[in-house]
């Protein structure tokens, strides 16, 4: 099968809010065998599309791909006709980071749309440059009655279901867009480097589920270039390159980046696996996804080299971002009646701690790569998030998460909600200490969105030991049900400016919201 995805080339006046932000024309050959070629003659191009990524009210990193050496070059201004543009110089790019490279916006106006181009030049011949690509964003405000509204979700390319071209690709990314949120917080599951692309699938009713394929995406993820193959092949989507070019993101990681249920010290004994060592294949693929997507801690200039952080937005709003994979301990019953390690780690958890306690924002999102209460196996025998389906006092993980909503409790600390997908059905979760096996916690949210483009499943078992009772579930009734058999899933969070009030909205692909739920400000618990 082969599939030209294509991206207009839009006027500059087109760049608006709301508008599409796309590339000069892409033509990409796609192929069951191949993977996208590139001619080498002409000018460097950058037909993968632009993306922003940890915006605040001051600064933003851009991001692009070149189909050769080139330097990166960034124009922001504050009309689409560029007038007054300001400059910023960004790498070089080469192989060492397969052609990509992020360029830190700082100074930036609070609360305003930047318009931004990103134009590569021969590293040899500065006159010689590509088309540019064209983006635009908003900076984080710096006023409270501004409010904010964003998007969350997760799981893309799973279980088989790649980039249709019969269905127009990932569509719910042009429904995103249309909504055209502040931001986009991505949970995790970005990629699924173990999931192998078939050119079809027969589905249960006969149909036929077409799959754009890559070389790369034809056998499990080992190697650095296997890797890169896999964060490259959701790019060659128009809807997602479109979304991209509008909406920033957040982006954190899970296992899926790496392969199903890993944990640090793993050994395989997947045969499919050369590679054994979960701790290696971890490696090439952090140096991938740092090379793929904009993130603050993982940019040069940062040195921390961690995905954890909060990203501030505004007065409104603070997002702690998790990290539930790299620090976690092994997979196991859970019934560990000491566990410092936990699914965080000692450090991380200190971190979230001080960083809860030290902010000052309305509402304080955390950002969560797995649920709390939510049971998911890995195995017969082993969990693979927090919950091990003991209702009673907190176990194994789950002492962690105690020690941590105990914390929210005693310091008093307004405004917390937990945000997730992974679980690949969305739900919404309140937390109440009268209906728990721990009892020292002050009530609380949690809402789970997807997947964006990937199988559903059946909702899963409540562990009671933090009391969430499950006032809604929307979830498919067998497993790995096609995107073509079952709509995706995604949340909206919109914080109004004058009240204070955090809306969450449960959506599913087609427009209709599921579920809505209205939260006041200035609570410990709701």
Same mark, same amino acid.
């Given at each position: ?30 192929? *069951? ?248 294949? *971890? ?244």
């Amino acid at each position: 099968m082969s599939y030209r995805p294509r991206i207009p080339s839009p006027d500059r006046r087109a760049v608006l809010r709301g508008s599409l932000a796309a590339s000069a024309a892409l033509t990409l050959p796609l192929t *069951a065998t191949a993977a996208p070629a590139f001619a080498l003659s002409g000018r460097p191009r950058a037909a993968w599309g632009v993306q922003v990524g940890d915006v605040t009210a001051s600064s933003a990193l851009v991001w692009v791909r070149s189909d050769r050496p080139a330097r990166m070059i960034v124009e922001t201004s504050a009309t689409e006709s560029f007038r007054r543009a300001r400059t910023w110089h960004g790498p070089l790019v080469g192989t060492g980071t397969d052609f990509t490279g992020t360029t830190p916006l700082y100074g930036l106006p609070a609360g305003e749309q930047v318009h931004y181009r990103v134009t590569l030049a021969d590293p040899d011949d500065p006159r010689r440059t590509g088309e540019p690509v064209y983006g635009t964003f908003r900076t984080a405000p710096a006023r409270r009655r501004d409010g904010v509204r964003f998007l969350w979700s997760g799981d893309i390319a799973g279980q088989g279901w790649g980039i249709n071209p019969d269905i127009g690709g990932y569509r719910v990314y042009d429904e995103m867009r249309r909504l055209d949120p502040d931001f986009f917080l991505c949970s995790g599951d970005n990629i699924y480097a173990d999931g192998v692309i078939e050119p079809s699938v027969t589905l249960p009713d006969g149909r036929v589920w077409r799959n754009v394929t890559t070389e790369e995406k034809a056998k499990v993820a080992e190697t650095l270039a296997e890797y890169r193959g896999n964060f490259r092949y959701n790019l060659l989507d128009d809807n997602l390159r479109k979304f991209n070019a509008q909406v920033p993101s957040i982006i954190q990681w899970d296992d899926h980046e790496v392969r199903n249920n890993w944990y640090p010290g793993q050994i395989l004994d997947d045969v499919r696996y050369t590679e054994k060592n979960v701790d290696v294949l *971890a490696a090439r693929s952090m140096r991938a996804f740092r090379e793929y997507f904009p993130v603050s801690t993982l940019h040069e200039s940062s040195g921390d080299g961690r995905v954890h952080r909060v990203v501030r937005h505004g007065p409104l709003l603070d997002v702690f971002v998790l990290d539930m994979r790299s620090f976690r301990n092994a997979n196991s019953p859970g019934r560990q009646p000491d566990d410092t390690t936990g699914i965080l780690g000692a450090e991380q958890l200190d971190w979230l701690k001080r960083e809860l306690s030290r902010s000052r924002a309305v509402w304080k999102v955390i950002a969560a790569d797995m649920p709390l209460g939510l049971v998911v196996t890995d195995g017969a025998t082993n969990f693979e998030a927090v919950a091990q389906g003991d209702p009673g006092a907190p176990l194994g993980r789950e002492l962690q998460i105690a020690e941590l909503l105990r914390f929210i409790k005693h310091r008093r600390i307004t405004g917390t909600l937990w945000l997730t997908a992974d679980v690949h059905y969305t739900s919404a979760q309140h937390y109440a200490p009268e209906r728990a096996g721990f009892k020292d916690f002050a009530p609380f949210w949690e809402f789970v969105s997807g997947p964006l483009a990937a199988g559903g499943f059946p909702a899963t078992a409540l562990d009671s030991t933090f009391g969430p009772d499950q006032v809604f579930v929307r979830a498919p009734d067998r497993a790995n049900v096609s995107p073509m058999e079952s709509p995706q899933f995604f949340g909206e969070v919109d914080i109004d400016g004058d009240s204070g009030e955090l809306t969450v909205r449960l959506r599913a692909q087609g427009g209709s919201v599921l579920f809505s739920k209205v939260l006041q400000p200035g609570r410990v618990g709701q």
